[in-house]
């Protein structure tokens, strides 16, 4: 379930050009799953096999941070 879940937030980004949106409602789930995610890397109980592609995906996230959704 991790990797579907995993899989579905770099397809959005990748398709959209942009982060999920805390302004619209279908992408809660989304931005609740990268939360929760984050939250347990810097507790340090997040599995370790998860904790690469995590960086990985965090490394995409800031690569979109503080982009116009609008454009």
């Known amino acids: 379930r991790w990797q579907i ?3 579905e ?8 050009h942009r982060n999920p949106s805390k302004y619209r409602i279908e992408e809660h789930d989304m ?4 939360k929760a995610n ?4 810097n507790a340090g109980t997040l599995k ?11 490394g995409l996230i800031e690569k ?6 609008y454009v």
């Open 38 to 41: 984050r939250k347990a890397m």
């Open 5 to 7: 879940r995993y899989q």
């Open 48 to 58: 370790p096999e998860r904790v690469e592609p995590f960086k990985q995906l965090l």
């Open 31 to 34: 931005l609740n799953w990268l």
């Open 9 to 16: 937030v770099i397809d959005f980004i990748e398709k959209n």
């Open 64 to 69: 979109y941070k503080r982009l116009n959704q």
